[in-house]
């Protein structure tokens, strides 16, 4: 599985849209991006997932490059409840491991 | 996620004790998962089963055993506990889909301290 590049921490604004950058520049053709988030020491919650189209479900967008070799998460109006450490992982079908990596803390001020 | 469960919530034992963490979901899927996770690190994999008759190591399987009693339940245990156990363990569940998808769902968390 392609591993992935994070920033350790962003900042945003309670209602302003967070936008969480991911680096997988070595993503071969069979993989998809999944984007999981944990909220202090809870099970990490599934978020969404995307192979090259970008995806847009209840949650959240996920915007992927042309080449597949980026992508950003997108929550359009940040909550507080937001404030979590985001995942961002590439997986094929045929591996078993969802490689988490150390993630985003994503931090929503008031 | 409401549909995996995790027993005990919390445990404290003693190294040497034997411990089992149970693990049971709701959602009819067939793999299953245990992951732990230290203080602020990312998840690693301990064991995964893809059905009643699978059941493979992950990148950190010693000192630990699993045991998969149906597909609804998947127990893993630590034989002789030591303090570098002490830790965050989860369960998940998968399904994959005939599109090549696998989103893994994951339990509440067990927290365990070994002394």
């Known amino acids: 599985d392609a591993k992935t590049t994070q920033p350790p921490s962003m900042d945003c604004a309670e209602g302003r849209a967070a936008n969480l950058p991911c680096n997988h520049s070595t993503i071969s053709g069979n993989e998809y991006v999944y984007w999981y988030r944990q909220i202090h020491s809870q099970g990490p919650q599934y978020i969404i997932h995307?192979?090259?189209n970008n995806e847009t479900n209840e949650m959240a967008s996920l915007i992927i490059t042309e080449d597949r070799k980026s992508s950003t998460l997108i929550l359009p109006h940040a909550t507080l409840r937001d404030t979590a450490v985001y995942y961002c992982i590439v997986k094929g079908y045929n591996f078993n491991k969802f490689y988490f990596g150390s993630g985003t803390k994503l931090n929503v001020k008031p | 996620d409401a549909d995996v469960t995790q027993t005990p919530r919390n445990r404290i034992t003693k190294t040497g004790k034997r411990i089992m963490l149970e693990c049971s979901q709701t959602?009819?899927?067939?793999?299953m998962y245990w992951y732990r996770q230290d203080p602020g690190l990312g998840l690693q994999l301990i064991y995964y089963?893809?059905?009643?008759?699978?059941?493979n190591k992950g990148e950190i399987s010693d000192g630990y055993s699993v045991s998969r009693q149906a597909q609804a339940k998947f127990s893993l245990s630590l034989e002789s506990a030591i303090p570098n156990q002490t830790a965050l363990y989860f369960c998940a569940t998968s399904d994959p889909t005939g599109g090549g998808t696998d989103t893994q769902y994951f339990g509440p968390g067990t927290r365990l301290t070994v002394l």
């Open positions: 995307g192979l090259k």
């Open positions: 089963s893809f059905d009643v008759k699978d059941i």
């Open positions: 959602k009819g899927h067939d793999r």
